[in-house]
């Protein structure tokens, strides 16, 4: 059962903009908290940013002032729009969800950022 699916990754050159989007799949349980994660390759997962349903972000210090995540209760929707663009910030990025003490992952959408 497809749970979160992502949208709007592609390639851009550095200093340019790209938004990201994820869908989540309506529940009786919405989810806790939503975000955004990333692998680069040979890297672990990090965090990029994530946000409660109250609105309460939390997000890496390397993106701060880049990019910004919201969100769309009504809709099940979280985005983040990314700006400034550098090449480390080339990644699969990942939406994820938390609900009832579970994580959900998407399948991931590549971001490249070429110099």
């Known amino acids: 059962q497809v749970q979160l699916v992502e949208s709007g990754g592609g390639l851009v050159q550095a200093g340019g903009s790209l938004r990201l989007s994820c869908a989540a799949s309506?529940?009786?349980?919405?989810?806790?908290?939503m975000g955004w994660y990333r692998q680069a390759p040979e890297k672990q997962r990090e965090l990029v940013a994530t946000v409660t349903r109250g609105g309460s972000v939390n997000s890496a210090d390397s993106v701060k002032g880049r990019f910004t995540i919201s969100r769309d209760n009504g809709k099940n929707m979280v985005y983040l729009q990314m700006s400034s663009l550098k090449p480390e910030d080339t990644a699969i990025y990942y939406c994820?969800?938390?609900?009832?003490?579970?994580?959900?992952w998407g399948q991931g959408t590549q971001v490249t950022v070429s110099s």
């Open positions: 309506r529940s009786p349980w919405p989810y806790t908290v």
């Open positions: 994820y969800g938390a609900r009832l003490g579970v994580d959900y």
